[in-house]
């Protein structure tokens, strides 16, 4: 069975403006994502950008990658995403995976892992990936978001907190973390179609607004989160023209 990735990509950008079509090597970046990503599937897939200006359509034909035009006025990337899905006419048990359009350097390994988790996890209605995390430092960092696992590798709760807490090891201070290490959540996410068209539909939850994680949403409806532990962390992605500085040096190598 194949899969979607959808890349959403937005022109507006508070810290990089124009960030899809910023110029790696040549090459748009959000091209760059798609190409990275199609290269590197252990499976052949479907990509797709979905924008929300003809420019970056636009360029994406260019260079022969699929893109939709969609809504600017979209809350969130996963309504945008919805809208994707109808206008590719995909149907509600397909699987689709979320692809941020600024990470040009990201391991299409991990694509192809939090696809497979909707397929080895028929009660999970969202799949993500997590990795260990290595220092103190972003364990109490709140840029760094915590996710707790039950048994069967199911998202029990994502936060911006420390968690979970090491009870007796904290005890004296804030010196070493737990083992097993607790897990920073990679935002990355898949999707059975279906569920990423009723997703906008439900209500914000308490607990989303209070963490400022639309993830949380899923869980406090009562859908399961499927979760890939990764090795290794994931490639930056872009933000600030430092990080596209960076890129281009690392594609100019």
């Known amino acids: ?10 022109l507006a950008s508070t810290r990089l403006p124009n960030k899809p079509l910023a110029d790696i090597a040549g090459i748009p ?4 994502v798609a190409q990275r990503v199609a290269q590197g599937l252990a499976q052949p897939a479907r990509i797709v ?5 003809a420019s970056i359509v636009q360029a994406c034909e260019r260079f022969g990658v699929q893109a939709v035009l969609t809504r600017v006025d979209h809350a969130s990337g996963s309504d945008r995403l ?4 109808d206008i590719l006419g995909l149907n509600d048990e397909d699987i689709v995976v979320n692809v941020q359009g600024d990470e040009p350097l990201i391991d299409p390994a991990l694509v192809q892992a939090v696809a497979d988790l909707l397929r080895s996890q028929p009660g999970a209605s969202m799949g993500t990936a997590a990795h260990a995390i290595d220092s103190v430092q972003d364990f109490k960092n709140p840029n760094v978001v915590k996710v707790v696992l039950n048994a069967a590798g199911m998202a029990l709760y994502f936060s911006r907190a420390p968690i979970a807490w090491w009870r007796d090891g904290f005890a004296e201070g804030l010196h070493a973390l737990a083992q097993p290490a607790p897990l920073r959540h990679i935002g990355i996410y898949s999707y059975r179609a279906g569920f990423l068209r009723r997703f906008p539909t439900l209500a914000q939850a308490p607990i989303e607004v209070t963490e400022a994680l639309e993830q949380l949403r899923a869980l406090w409806h009562g859908y399961q989160i499927a979760v890939h532990t990764s090795n290794t962390a994931p490639g930056a992605g872009v ?3 430092e990080d596209l500085e960076r890129v281009r040096k690392t594609f100019a190598a």
């Open 1 to 10: 069975m194949s899969f979607t990735v959808l890349i959403p990509a937005r």
């Open 29 to 32: 970046m959000v091209v760059r």
């Open 49 to 53: 950008v979905a924008a929300d200006d």
């Open 82 to 85: 919805a809208e994707a899905c």
């Open 239 to 241: 933000d600030t023209p």
